[in-house]
């Protein structure tokens, strides 16, 4: 079963630009969700979206924002970037979602640098 | 809101086993404990979760105190491959937050 996938491994982009980062999640998991990771914050939650609905979110302002394709494949966007977006960001698929009873699949991440 | 602490880093010897503590004092009743580990240029692995029984699995098991306020994982004789970062992390049914994220704990296991 091919894993998790995240497309583009690296971006660099200057401030005020927006950008997109794409993940493919595992065949047949219809949840994907999303993730922030910096050496000061660590892993943050950025929200999940189950069959194409956003179901949960975390606290992040609205200028991050998703959605989902009916194959499942998910979008992230980021607009009006700030040097404090540069991050790994990670996505990751599960079958139940986020119930809690079902494992995540991590993609290897994008990494975005702000410039 | 549930809080998760871990300590930053503990070094272990090859073939010994290895205990990493999770701090969990303000879990709630539905609240699952999932432990995943990340080597550099990788995303979170799985390892192992549960909700209030010890949990085995053929990477490690999960013991869960009786009042849920902490959590260890356990990996029984450790290898180089599984020096990382590894992460203790509650599924909060609750709150304002659906995923809290300890800091992680940076194992190093020495040959």
């Known amino acids: 079963k091919a894993g998790v996938t995240q497309t583009p491994r690296y971006l660099i982009k200057t401030r005020g630009q927006q950008v997109t980062l794409s993940c493919s999640p595992i065949?047949?998991?219809?949840?994907v969700s999303w993730y922030q990771q910096t050496p000061g914050q660590g892993l943050q939650f950025l929200f999940e979206?189950?069959?194409?609905?956003?179901?949960n979110k975390g606290n992040f302002p609205g200028r991050f924002s998703g959605r989902q394709f009916s194959n499942s494949r998910s979008e992230m966007n980021v607009s009006t970037l700030e040097l404090g977006d540069s991050a790994l960001y990670l996505c990751?698929?599960?079958?139940?979602?986020?119930?809690?009873?079902?494992?995540?699949?991590f993609g290897n991440g994008t990494r975005l640098t702000v410039t | 809101d549930a809080k998760t602490t871990q300590p930053n880093s503990m070094e272990s010897n090859e073939e010994e086993p290895v205990h990493l503590p999770c701090n969990h004092s303000?879990?709630?009743?539905?609240?699952?404990i999932h432990w995943y580990r990340q080597l550099p240029s990788q995303g979170p692995e799985y390892v192992i979760h549960?909700?209030?029984s010890n949990v085995n699995n053929r990477m490690a098991s999960l013991a869960i105190a009786e009042d849920r306020k902490s959590s260890t994982l356990i990996l029984h004789r450790a290898t180089l491959r599984d020096a990382a970062v590894y992460y203790c992390?509650?599924?909060?049914?609750?709150?304002?937050?659906?995923?809290?994220f300890g800091k992680g704990t940076k194992l190093t296991v020495n040959p």
């Open positions: 992390i509650l599924y909060s049914q609750g709150g304002s937050e659906k995923l809290v």
């Open positions: 979206y189950f069959s194409e609905t956003q179901r």
């Open positions: 303000t879990i709630s009743g539905t609240d699952y």
């Open positions: 065949s047949g998991h219809r949840s």
């Open positions: 990751a698929s599960s079958f139940r979602g986020l119930s809690g009873n079902s494992p995540l699949h």
């Open positions: 549960g909700l209030t």
